[in-house]
């Protein structure tokens, strides 16, 4: 099987950028409200079309709501997310699944550290690009695509976000 990009990779990409902005306005549960939303309603279908008796990244997005809503610890809801990172790994032979799954699980991971969020896009707009252009689609063109999906996350967190938030998450970007 050829190699396929997992993540994509220019931090610096203005629709990356554009998005990390309003993500530093928000607070580490805002954060992980939005994503869980956006993992649940954009990428979860891309891996369960493919993958429907796998309910490891769906668990995953379970946990992190219950963390959120303190029915559970960190140590608690790890093993879920750990399952979810698994099942990305063992998707390997599927781009678009493995990205959903891997962003899924990023996306969950926000509860140990806001930074995983970041993830979400770096994972889940390639898999929507995956998905809708179709993995022998040139890296330009996914791009595109993924850049637009950027887009439409950022527009998501606009609608979910806290207007002055007053306890934005410290994030420290080791990119």
């Given amino acids: ?11 610096n990409a203005p629709y990356l950028q554009s ?34 008796h796998d309910s490891r990244p769906r668990e995953a997005i ?20 750990l399952a979810c990172h698994e099942a990305a790994r063992e998707a390997e032979s599927d ?11 990023q996306s969950a991971s926000t509860i140990h550290a806001p930074t995983h969020v970041a993830g979400l896009a770096l994972y889940g707009a390639l898999a ?15 791009e595109q695509a993924a850049a637009m999906e950027c887009a439409q996350m950022e527009e998501a967190l606009r609608a979910a976000m806290v207007e002055n938030e007053p306890n934005p998450a410290k994030l420290n970007w080791k990119c």
């Fill in 1 to 11: 099987m050829p190699k396929y990009r997992k993540m994509l990779t220019d931090w």
């Fill in 19 to 52: 998005l990390i902005q309003v993500i530093e306005t928000q607070s580490k549960e805002s954060l992980i409200r939005w994503s869980a939303d956006y993992a649940e309603s954009r990428l979860l279908p891309i891996y369960e079309s493919r993958f429907p």
């Fill in 62 to 81: 379970v946990a992190a709501r219950s963390w959120l809503l303190k029915e559970v610890k960190l140590p608690q809801a790890k093993p879920a997310i």
């Fill in 95 to 105: 781009p678009a699944a493995q990205g959903a799954a891997r962003a899924i699980g």
């Fill in 128 to 142: 929507v690009a995956y998905d809708t252009r179709g993995i022998n689609t040139p890296w330009a063109e996914l």
